[in-house]
């Protein structure tokens, strides 16, 4: 401690920069250590342009290179009314994808500080492990919902109106499931110790969540593990609720909506909004417990 | 400064913990540690260490790779849960009271641990929150240690662009800046050029001077473990001494001698026959030692009766040390000790 007065044989040369005090324990704390493990992920991403544009090419060419492919093929068995159109259909599946992705990229990212020995300088600071993964989780949610808030913006190109409730809706939801899959990724990523296996997780967990989501096809008449699959998808309880709410805004014939707009149903009984979300928010908190608790252990 | 007792150490009321201290009746043990061990499933890796480091006090464990320094600091660091034990940083148990162990100290890794992404100072910023250092205080506190390692200057750089030296600068000044009580360096110069290592124990002992800081630090360098106040020299998991650096050159007294021979097995059985003395093989040269190591030389060369090519006789060195306490040198024992595949364990410390 530097305000103790020492032997004549250690007088400094210079004044010996005062101690300061650490503060320790408290919920204030503990919030300061989530704000500044947030601020980090938002430097990052910032700093990182590249990853911002990159990222937006694969959503981009399944909206306009596939969504428009497919449009022009299922052209003659679906009706078109305006700009109404499988682009429309596809345009929340694609929004939740680049959730999807981003989410995921930001929480594995945690197997990168691990590997470049980052993970260490938060893991011995006198905070509590949750406020380190609560940090983390709600700074890769904020990224998440930035990108995906890029690609929202191009709603007007697929016949989505700019309604402001309709976008602020969809905003919530994509907050919402941004933060349930990075809560995820967190949790897979206090079991990674390897950077390679984040090659595993993009195929053995990312593609599957999102192939079997209905991004990208209606959950209709599909064979019964087929069926059983997409409904254990929690993507799927992301997807359809943003779709539902784009087409109650969306002015479009029964006949679009026929084929279109499907509700996810359990049995006979449609799920309602309401609480699809409230299964992805349970989804959310229950992983994020999860990687808490795989945190908090020590060795 | 062996006594630190006895020429005004600093006293710290906070840090003095329960047990009497070992090196005076001023002193206070600021790390209690004993019979602390790690397994890691049929290897064990630490096997019952016990010792103390007075406040103020330098202290260094020095051993090859692989003989348990790093699973060591990791448990006294938090990182690592003791198999069984105890030890006590900063008047806390590191098993039980994980936070309150977390708050007083500073770590310096052997591997860097900054986000390379961000500037220098933002590493620091980083750091002051998560130690909930108030604001006030932050500020100076940040300039005053990034001054001290001269990184000033450089705040606003990346830190991908530094160099190697400047990055463990960074972090030393990282390990200050909540000014905790004992400051914990693993291998600090570990893969820096031997000129920058220089530098950063030019830091080091400045730090010494001015912070009345406890320091903790592992290495497995010799000359460097000679800018410790005390040393415990380790081996297999075990403290196999511990000491002054000087007292541990005095305790060896005699002088090494290396001899190049046309026979080296004859040359080992001549010094045993008609000397008494006990050689062996060490880095390619016979290597024994003798009292008055100059006086004994021409003896040598009368009565050994095989052809040597080159002599050399060194004063006793902590490498001397090593060999005296472990029966075999530095280098040697890390070779073994990579056969026990130990360095896994690090690694698994080092993945939490």
């Known amino acids: 401690m530097t305000e103790v007065v020492l032997g004549e044989k250690k007088v400094p040369h210079r004044a010996a920069p005062a101690a300061v005090r650490v503060a320790g324990g408290t919920v204030r704390d503990d919030l300061r250590a989530v704000r500044v493990v947030w601020k980090r992920e938002l430097i990052r991403f910032g700093r990182n342009r590249m990853r911002i544009v990159t990222s937006l090419v694969q959503p981009i060419l399944f909206l306009f290179v596939l969504g428009t492919g497919l449009s022009a093929m299922l052209s003659r068995g679906v009706p078109v009314a305006g700009h109404v159109n499988f682009r429309t259909f596809i345009f929340p599946g694609v929004v939740a994808m680049t959730i999807l992705f981003t989410s995921i990229f930001s929480a594995v990212s945690i197997v990168w500080d691990r590997e470049f020995g980052f993970l260490r300088e938060m893991l011995v600071a006198p905070v509590r492990r949750g406020a380190l993964v609560a940090g983390k989780c709600a700074g890769g949610a904020t990224v998440a919902t930035i990108q995906a808030t890029i690609m929202l913006a191009l709603a007007g190109l697929v016949g989505i109106p700019y309604n402001p409730v309709l976008l602020l809706s969809l905003f919530g939801m994509m907050l919402l499931a941004a933060f349930a899959i990075t809560a995820f990724g967190t949790a897979l990523a206090s079991r990674m110790a390897q950077v390679e296996s984040f090659q595993v997780v993009m195929q053995f967990v990312v593609l599957p969540l999102f192939f079997l989501s209905g991004a990208l096809f209606a959950l209709r008449n599909l064979p019964g593990w087929l069926t059983v699959l997409t409904k254990l998808d929690p993507m799927t309880y992301v997807v359809d609720p943003m779709r539902r709410t784009v087409f109650e805004y969306v002015p479009a014939p029964p006949a679009v909506r026929h084929v279109f707009d499907v509700p996810v149903s359990w049995g006979s009984w449609v799920v309602p909004i309401g609480l699809e979300l409230a299964l992805v928010a349970v989804f959310g908190i229950a992983m994020l417990a999860v990687a808490i608790s795989n945190f908090a252990k020590t060795d | ?352």
């Open chain 2, 1 to 352: 400064m062996g006594e630190l007792g006895t020429d005004g150490a600093p006293v710290d009321a906070a840090a003095i913990g329960a047990v009497a201290a070992p090196s005076g009746p001023n002193g206070s043990a600021t790390i209690e540690v004993v019979d602390l061990a790690k397994s890691f499933g049929d290897l064990q890796a630490v096997r019952g260490v016990s010792f103390s480091v007075a406040a103020g006090e330098t202290f260094g464990f020095l051993g090859p790779n692989g003989a348990g320094k790093s699973t060591t600091i990791s448990m006294l660091c938090t990182l690592l849960r003791p198999s069984s034990g105890v030890a006590r940083v900063a008047g806390h148990d590191v098993a039980t009271h994980q936070g309150e162990v977390r708050k007083h100290i500073g770590l310096v890794f052997q591997d860097t641990t900054l986000d390379d992404y961000l500037t220098a100072e933002e590493n620091l910023r980083f750091h002051a929150e998560l130690y909930g250092i108030p604001h006030e205080q932050a500020a100076p506190r940040l300039r005053a240690v990034m001054e001290m390692v001269g990184l000033w200057e450089r705040r606003g750089g990346l830190v991908r662009t530094f160099s190697g030296g400047m990055k463990r600068r960074l972090e030393i000044a990282r390990g200050l800046l909540h000014s905790p009580r004992v400051l914990f360096l693993d291998e600090p110069t570990v893969g820096l050029d031997p000129q920058t290592r220089s530098h950063i124990w030019g830091y080091i002992n400045e730090l010494r001077r001015r912070e009345a800081i406890t320091m903790f630090l592992t290495t497995h360098y010799m000359d460097e473990a000679e800018h410790c106040d005390r040393i415990a020299i380790i081996d297999e998991g075990r403290i196999v001494v511990i000491d002054t650096p000087e007292a541990l050159k005095a305790s060896v007294g005699r002088d090494r001698v290396r001899l190049r021979t046309a026979d080296d097995e004859g040359a080992i059985a001549a010094l045993r026959d008609r000397f008494g003395l006990e050689a062996s093989m060490s880095e390619g040269e016979v290597t024994f030692y003798v009292a008055a190591g100059e006086q004994f030389v021409p003896r040598l060369f009368a009565e050994l009766g095989v052809a040597i090519s080159s002599v050399s006789i060194a004063r006793p060195t902590l490498d001397d040390v090593f060999m005296t306490y472990t029966g075999r040198t530095i280098r040697d024992a890390e070779a073994s000790a990579s056969e026990r595949n130990a360095a896994s364990v690090w690694m698994r410390a080092a993945r939490r």
